[in-house]
């Protein structure tokens, strides 16, 4: 049987030493200051930090950061074997081998759940009660959803969107929330305004880390993250109907948030420092975004905020969102019936999407470039760099693979660059002015990519220059004879 929700996911990673308690830290700026340092700075594999007492708020009302950073909170989460293990590439391998034999589980609905222990409806609807953080210095307000879950409906077809965009509370009873052009949340969106009708919308928080993990990567459109979540769980994601809205709501989240969009009603959002390690939408404009009308609150006795901190490189959620992103990638290599794959990483050091890095063994003319392409049009909107390298590399080493650019390619031979590829507001590479023009009337953002072939060149491979490094049979050797001395030394 499977944990049921994150407060089983956390008393598990909790008992076998992954969350550091912390007491006493504000939400002003302080609790996702400390999440951004350790990230970047502190001792590895980081905990999640748990924090309570949090001034102004009741004892238990408890936010949390660094979710699934260490490979405990993610083996734990996607419900892997970690045997002793922390090598990235085995983990994601195994993760894949999983999957494949996986099917999607739609979600059971239920008739109660903990997220009703308390229902705030009317008056009492309050989204200021939790402590939700002023994440960054230059922020124009406080984000209740980073690591959220925002649940939607195609008026259509009834397919239920699972997707994490950021929302900025507004005051008691409004949030505002941001939603990339081009996201299945802005097409379900604009269906709804399209027919000048409101879209339901709930925003979880606190949801189950499988769910949580769906929502951050795309799935093709009409496959619900519910489905997938419970695919990779072997048992279904228990929803209650939404009291206001009639959407699922995950019966065991921490908090949610149920409410409605209007058709043309927009509220200035932001700044807000993003996952690139810029305040990349418009600098430090705010922006019109639409308001979520808060229709009722529910939530957990001593809910748990679950926040993400998005900064410069290293920051708390790179690890869950390298591995599923490279994973998602590698999927669509295999469905383009690409060969030899033997790793992909999409390399936080590009907010985990701008660069991404291929392994293979090259089995044909020309199997680098195909590689190369379908890579990094598997990206959406946000691909930039894709780096091509041979199966001696490890692709998420990007060291390793740095060695590979500068020393088995060749600029003039081994860099292709396409244009006019998708784009989004979020490309620090567009200017402000430009992206200001996206909105009214609605103008499309294109970007440009570049593959880097880092492979051996094909048609001279076995003569290239044999590697100087020490072979693993010697190194075993060594380790052998010297086994006191490399403890101190490793
Ligand atoms: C912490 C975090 C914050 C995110 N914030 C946003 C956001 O504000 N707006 C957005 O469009 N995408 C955001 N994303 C990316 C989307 O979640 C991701 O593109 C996902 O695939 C969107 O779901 P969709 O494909 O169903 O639209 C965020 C991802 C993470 C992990």
Known sequence: MSYKGFRDWLQIIDRDGGVKHISGVDWNLEMSGIAEIVAREGKKPMPALLFDDIPGYPKGYRTMCGLMN???????????????KTDMMSMLQGWRSKMRGRQPIPPKLVTSGPVQENVLTGDRIDVLKFPSPKVHELDGGRYIGTACAIIQ?????????????????????????????????????????????????????????????????????????FDYAGGIKG?????????????????????????????????????FGEWQGYYANLGLKKVPEPIVRVKTVLHRNDPILTCATPAAPPKDYSLPVCFIRAGGVWDTLEAARVPGIKGV?????????????????????????????????????????????????????????????????????????MKNTPSNSADPTISPEEKAKVKVPPKPLFGSRCIIDACRPFEWRDEFYPVTRVSPEYKAQLMEKYKNLFKELM
């Open 70 to 84: 260490s490979p405990l909170g993610l083996a734990t989460a996607l419900e892997l074997p970690l045997d002793g």
């Open 153 to 225: 409906k195609d008026p259509d077809t009834g397919w239920v969107n699972v997707g994490v965009y950021r929302s900025m509370v507004i005051d008691r009873n409004r949030v505002a929330i941001h939603i990339l052009e081009g996201q299945d949340g802005s097409i379900i969106m604009n269906k709804y305004f399209a027919k000048k009708q409101p879209m339901p919308i709930a925003i979880a928080i606190g949801v189950d880390p499988a769910l949580w993990a769906a929502s951050l990567v795309k799935m093709p459109f009409g496959l619900s993250e």
């Open 235 to 271: 048992e279904p994601i228990e929803v209650i109907k939404g009291p206001a809205t009639g959407l699922p709501l995950p019966a065991h989240a921490e908090i949610v948030i149920e409410g409605e969009c209007y058709p043309g009603e927009l509220i200035d959002e932001g700044p």
């Open 345 to 417: 990483w999409n390399h936080d050091e590009g907010g985990s999407w701008y660069l991404t890095a291929v392994s293979i063994q090259q089995m044909y003319a020309g199997h680098s470039t195909q590689a190369g392409m379908i890579a990094s049009l598997a990206t959406g909107a946000f691909g930039r760099y894709t780096i091509v390298v041979d199966e001696d590399i490890d692709a998420s080493d990007l060291s390793q693979v740095m060695w590979a650019v500068s020393t088995r390619s060749s600029p003039a031979r081994s860099i292709q660059i």
